[in-house]
């Protein structure tokens, strides 16, 4: 989702606000390392001296492999530590350090007792008084078989004789859920106020957790993910809402990757209208190209795009990678991004015959607007829209990138009040 974020080297593709798993596991040896250690082999990249620094308890639950991503990721993402604040008292057992980076997008906690790193977490930025405010919506609504089951969310308006349109919500990259939430790093709730506009203005809606995310963890086919998994469960919701005699039309939306899954799923379901909020008009490779050029050094850069060169021509690299390189193209990333690169989000917004609905943000740090109006440009179906003011995950926000950043943590910021409204009218105005 952003130039900020990275791909997860596991289960699928996560493009992303970065997130940390913590472990936080206790050994009773009596001497070793100190803060300053940490930071030493930190700034020098040394991942073999940080791994040895380690508890045994947390070296079993990491492993070499995971401990040399999940250090890689702080690398890449957020630069060298620049300075500490020890949290704890002087003669605690537990030692805490907040840490601060080069690139300050997160706060990021080491935990040390006796002498070995203990824990490394990104700690969550509260922006309200009462801090981060997550929705948990009601499970009323599955598609599939257990284990593979999708979970979700139905919203209905109050009780009416006629039936009603329905919107089948899509969320974008990454371990986004339903209401466009992911753990303490991406909580917005957007998709659920969304959700709670059309029901106040009579539309019913429907949002789930992708394949592989929240409930939806365990609906993985072999351990792996593709984006065409995406598309056909898309398409597989479409078809179940039609069958449905509440409804009366479907509308599918998508946003950021979502956009695209939507665009695809739409060409195999046929959908009585299409909406794209905040989507690119490319393939996803092209985007992640775009983002990498602002963040990566010029080495990196380079054998990146050489990689995503053989990725688009459907090969796997198997060359050696860098440490930058490495948190970002391992196998299962490799795979997703072959599958998604041949989704062209404008090439086959061409093909499809319904009203479609484009819609940016004049803030939104990630998709511009340039993509937005490409995008639309592709069918003369298709509307477009900017909002002045609204960001990437759909709330008012200045350009100012660190205030911006503010509302991807703020799950009580409403959306911006205009999208709901030209949502509604979209699809009202459907035949």
Do not use: W
């Not at 072999?222 to 984006?227: E, F, G, H, Q, Y």
């Not at 490319?282 to 775009?290: F, H, K, Q, R």
């Not at 990566?296 to 990725?311: H, M, Q």
């Not at 015959?353 to 993509?371: A, E, F, H, K, M």
């Amino acid at each position: 989702m952003f130039i900020l974020r990275t791909l997860t080297m596991k289960k699928h593709l996560f493009i992303s606000l970065f997130t940390l798993i913590s472990f936080f596991a206790f050994a009773q040896q009596k001497s070793g390392i100190t803060v300053e250690h940490v930071i030493g082999a930190f700034n020098q990249n040394l991942k073999d001296s940080l791994y040895n620094m380690m508890t045994p308890q947390m070296k079993s639950a990491l492993g070499k492999d995971g401990s040399d991503n999940l250090l890689g990721q702080l690398m890449n993402q957020l630069g060298k530590i620049t300075s500490t604040k020890n949290i704890s008292t002087a003669d605690a057992e537990i030692q805490r350090y907040n840490l601060t980076f080069e690139r300050p997008l997160v706060t990021i906690l080491l935990v040390i007792k006796n002498g070995q790193i203990a824990g490394i977490r990104q700690l969550s930025r509260p922006t309200s008084a009462s801090g981060l405010v997550r929705k948990e919506s009601t499970d009323n609504y599955t598609l599939g078989k257990a284990p593979a089951m999708l979970f979700g969310t139905l919203l209905l308006p109050p009780k009416t004789l006629e039936k009603i349109p329905i919107v089948l919500m899509i969320g974008g990259s990454g371990p986004t859920d339903r209401n466009m939430n992911q753990g303490d790093a991406l909580v917005t709730n957007s998709f659920a106020m969304l959700a709670d506009t059309l029901a106040a203005n009579g539309i019913a809606s429907l949002r789930y957790d992708k394949r592989g995310v929240a409930k939806s963890a365990q609906a993985l086919i072999n351990n792996t993910i593709v984006m065409d998994n995406y598309v056909d469960d898309a398409s597989a919701f479409v078809d179940q809402l039609n069958k449905d005699e509440r409804f009366s039309k479907v509308i599918v939306l998508g946003h950021s990757e979502g956009s695209s899954i939507a665009i695809a799923a739409a060409l195999k379901s046929h959908p009585a209208g299409l909406i794209c909020l905040s989507g690119y008009d490319t393939d996803l490779g092209t985007v992640l190209e775009g983002q990498l050029s602002k963040t990566l050094e010029a080495t990196d850069l380079k054998l990146s795009k050489t990689i995503l060169g053989n990725l688009k021509k459907g090969n796997l690299y198997h060359g050696e990678l860098s440490p930058a390189t490495k948190n970002l193209f391992s196998p299962t990333t490799q795979e997703y991004l072959i599958s998604a690169m041949r989704h062209h989000a404008a090439f086959e917004l061409k093909k499809i015959n319904t009203p479609i609905l484009v819609i940016s943000g004049s803030t939104d740090l990630q998709i511009g607007t340039n993509s937005g109006q490409k995008l639309a440009k592709a069918n003369s179906k298709a509307s477009f829209l900017a909002i002045q003011g609204m960001n990437h995950v759909l709330k008012n926000a200045p350009m100012d990138k660190e205030e911006n950043l503010k509302t991807y943590t703020n799950g009580e910021l409403p959306i911006n009040a205009e999208l709901g409204k030209n949502i509604v009218s979209f699809i009202k105005n459907l035949k």
